[in-house]
Structures are given as C-alpha cells and as structure tokens.
C-alpha cells in the first residue's frame, strides 16, 4: 500500500465491471474504511450509528439515492453529512457512454428533451450526479480527492460520443472551479482503454470477430485500482487528468481519426 494513513474509500457504481475490482482492491488491503454504492443495496441510513449519526467504520455496500429521481441531492447531502471524520477518496465509475451513431453513419443524439444537445440520461449519470457529490464533499473539513473515469479517447473529441465528451466538459470545467476554490478538495480524470471485461463484449457484440481488436492490450481493471492507490498516496492538489492503458504496438496513426473510428465502431455494433 502506498499510503498507510486511512481514508475513506467510495466506490460510486460498487457493482459495475470496474467498481467491483476497485472496491475487491482496497477491501483486501484492509488498511481503509471501504464504503460501495450500488442502487441494489439498501439505503445508507440502515447502516448509521444511530449514536453519532455517522456511518459505521466498517466495509459497507449500500443504496445512496435513485438517481432517475429529481430529488436525489437531498440523499446526497444527507449521505455526505453522515461520513465519518477522515480524508475521503471518492471514486466515480459510473456513466453513460453512449454511441450516438446509427447503421447509416449518421449522428443523432436521443433523449434530449431540454434541447441542450446533450443525451438527458448521459448527462445525469455522468455531469449531475458526480457534481452533486463534489459540491457536498468539497465542504467538508477532510481531505477529499474526487477521481472520474473517462475514456482514452475522449482527447481525439470523436462526435459520436457527443453527449459523453459534452458533459465531461461540464465536468472538468466545475471540477477546476471548485479545486480552486476549497484547498481541501482535488481531482483526477483518470482516462482509460479499452478495460478487459465480459461487459465489453456485451456493449460491443462483433468486435473480437469484425475488427482487429487485440485483447491482450486491453486493461484490467485493477490496475485501474492500483493506479489510483498510488495516485492517492501522493501530494495531488486542483484538478489532474491522467491515461492508463497498454501499448499496443501495431495501433494505426489514423486509430482515433473520426472516419476511422466511425467505421470501426460499426462494425462493432452492427453485424451487417
């Protein structure tokens, strides 16, 4: 462990392809309070000390708020408000990262029923819910290191990832904000590959079998986890923006190019 002083470790997305490794990481180190969000759990406040208000110093998996609700900050607020007293690493796996292409090739962006030219649902998981989070912990008195995972490609700006890239930005703009506003608060984008799990090839049904894809390079994802333990363990201030991945060594120069990507990703997505 890089960092044996304890924290406070939360995994937003506890149960998705790369919150589970993450949260199974830090769980085995056994030096950190562990605390997993997933909306199948029960809500947190099953689990508060009812004492103190605050939430057990145990390994914990539980229910935040229903993010499709309007109302979700309240549980927010009141889930940050009950955190034990110590530095807080919150780690924000969720998202919606969507291909906003059809068969034809054309962009088309759904679900925006506010006319902002972002995907109402992409927005949510991936702008509102995160900045809920970060308003809340960055005033608090501990030291909290807010850490997003974004996607290796989100630097090459590819248009069929509008929605996602559009609320990044959002992001990132208010992340550097309130960096600089509360000392006590920093961040990392932390922008990954391809990540090695069974979901991947659920999102993507044809891409072992119509593209070149090599599984090899593709990341697991606890090293995902072990990338944000040392991250952690060092002095970060405001806001950082990382890569991780593995070369891979016959990557074309037009990889990430939009007519490159566009075909790639159809035939990925669409079997004819």
């Keep these: 462990m890089c960092n044996s002083d304890k924290k406070i470790i939360i995994i937003n997305g506890v149960m998705g392809v ?10 085995e180190q056994g030096e950190h309070i562990i605390y997993g969000i997933s909306r199948r759990g029960l809500y947190f406040e099953e689990y508060l000390n009812t004492n103190s208000g605050k939430l057990f110093e145990k390994n ?15 549980d927010i607020d009141n889930f940050v408000e009950a955190l034990p007293d110590l530095p807080i690493v919150f780690i924000h796996t969720m998202g919606e990262y969507v291909t906003e292409m059809n068969r034809s090739g054309e962009i088309k962006v759904n679900n925006d029923n506010d006319g902002d030219g972002i995907d109402d649902n992409v927005k949510r998981l991936t702008y509102d819910v995160s900045m809920s989070f970060c308003k809340k912990l960055s005033q608090l008195k501990s030291q909290v290191t807010f850490v997003q995972i974004g996607s290796l490609s989100d630097k090459y700006r590819i248009d069929i990832h509008g929605s996602w890239l559009r609320s990044m930005d959002l992001l990132k703009c208010d992340l550097k904000n309130l960096c600089e506003k509360y000392q006590n608060f920093n961040a990392l984008i932390l922008n990954v590959s391809s990540v090695l799990t069974p979901k991947e090839l659920i999102d993507r049904p044809f891409v ?5 894809a090599d599984m090899r390079y593709w990341l697991p994802p606890v090293e995902i986890a072990r990338f944000i333990d040392g991250y952690t363990g060092t002095e970060k201030k405001r806001l950082n923006e990382e890569e991780l991945y593995r070369k891979w060594p016959n990557i074309t120069q037009d990889h990430f190019s939009l007519e490159s990507y566009k075909i790639r990703r159809s035939k990925e997505l669409f079997k004819d």
């Design 18 to 27: 790369i919150g589970s490794p993450i949260f199974s990481y830090f769980a």
């Design 60 to 74: 914990l998996v539980f229910s935040v708020a229903d993010y499709k609700k309007d109302n979700y900050e309240i």
């Design 208 to 212: 072992s079998l119509k593209t070149n």
